[in-house]
């Protein structure tokens, strides 16, 4: 059974930081590209940032320079680091996983950035 577990969301004030991790049993872990995905409601969930199996990464323009994706592949986690939080970047962050033999959604974790 494929599961996807994320953590670390919570309440934090413009500028902060928080991190994100997402751990996945079931898979080939290695052989996955690992994204993370944001959705406000209303609105169609937008990738944020991916690394691929040979370890490179790709952000979306609006993240760039904030925030840090990274995979532990001995731990089966991947990890985002996000720094200087921004009241739009308030969403429900979810852990994605594609590979050959499918792709796999985690549940999600709230990250509001008020004041």
């Known amino acids: 059974q494929v599961q996807l577990m994320e953590s670390g969301g919570g309440l934090v004030q413009p500028g902060g930081s928080l991190r994100l991790s997402c751990a996945a049993s079931?898979?080939?872990?290695?052989?996955?590209?690992i994204s993370w995905h944001r959705q406000v409601p209303g609105k169609q969930r937008e990738s944020v940032a991916v690394?691929?199996?040979?370890?490179?990464?790709h952000y979306v323009d609006s993240v760039k320079d904030r925030f840090t994706i990274s995979r532990d592949n001995a731990k089966n986690t991947v990890s985002l680091q996000m720094d200087s939080l921004k009241p739009e970047d308030t969403a429900v962050y979810y852990c994605?996983?594609?590979?050959?033999?499918?792709?796999?959604w985690g549940q999600g974790t709230q990250v509001t950035v008020s004041s």
């Open positions: 079931g898979i080939a872990f290695r052989l996955y590209a």
């Open positions: 690394t691929f199996s040979d370890g490179s990464t």
């Open positions: 994605y996983a594609a590979g050959r033999a499918g792709a796999h």
